[in-house]
């Protein structure tokens, strides 16, 4: 797969698209991105020595968020991939690339309905959506809706936001994944804490 070009068709339909009015212009792209490396990631660390799916794995997380705005958007997502890619693989590889993007959002984790592929793409999209880029999701819901203050942060994050984030580790499929979001809930504890003290004009001296 030439995945400079398809870096390029992935950025001309979801690079200036905003895909949630609460979020800035392009996040599906990159969280996308992101997805494509971090799925990777997960694959050389839970399976070393299987490298027969990566190219479709890395594709899939490039596409898997294409279909946003038209829901189910892992059904319209693989929809359009199917069209979209048509002429840049394989039959056999676009098929596979469609029924990774079609089950991203279908997470069984006590299930065996998924393969391990499809639950390497589910894992690396849960993911993205903590730590680091919680934080960020939370600081741009508030920009956007008007309730920016940092103390809204804090109180939104200490509460819904770690929920949230406990939540999601169940619904993870390998305990390496679930190692690493408890690792993203740590963070977003840590710096909320801080976020908590400066809101209110604290200073913090580091030891």
């Known amino acids: 797969m030439d995945f ?15 895909s949630h009015l609460e979020r800035e212009i392009g996040a599906a792209f990159y969280h996308c991105k992101r997805v494509s490396n971090s799925v990777l990631e997960l694959r050389k660390s839970l399976f070393p020595e299987d490298t027969s799916m990566d ?3 890395r594709c899939a997380g490039l596409f898997h968020d294409i279909g946003k705005g038209i829901e189910p958007h892992s059904h319209s997502g693989a929809v359009l991939v199917r069209d979209l890619l048509k002429e840049e693989m394989s039959d056999e590889e676009l098929s596979v690339v469609c029924q990774l993007i079609e089950a991203h959002e ?8 998924h393969t391990w592929y499809e639950k390497l793409l589910q894992d690396a999209d849960m993911l993205d ?3 680091g880029q919680g934080i960020w999701l939370t600081c741009v819901y508030r920009a956007f809706t008007n309730c920016g203050s ?3 942060v804090v109180e939104y994050q200490m509460s819904e936001g770690l929920e949230e984030a406990v939540n999601a580790k169940e619904l993870l499929n390998y305990d390496y994944s679930k190692a690493i979001m408890q690792g993203k809930i740590d963070f977003e504890k840590m710096v909320i804490e801080r976020f908590a003290l400066e809101a209110q004009g604290k ?3 580091e030891p």
């Open 203 to 205: 200073f913090v001296l």
């Open 4 to 18: 400079e070009k398809l870096e390029k068709l992935a950025w001309k339909y979801m690079g200036k698209k905003k």
């Open 55 to 57: 190219d479709v794995l």
């Open 129 to 131: 959506h903590f730590g």
């Open 150 to 152: 940092m103390n809204d």
């Open 106 to 113: 279908d997470r069984k984790p006590d299930s065996d309905c």
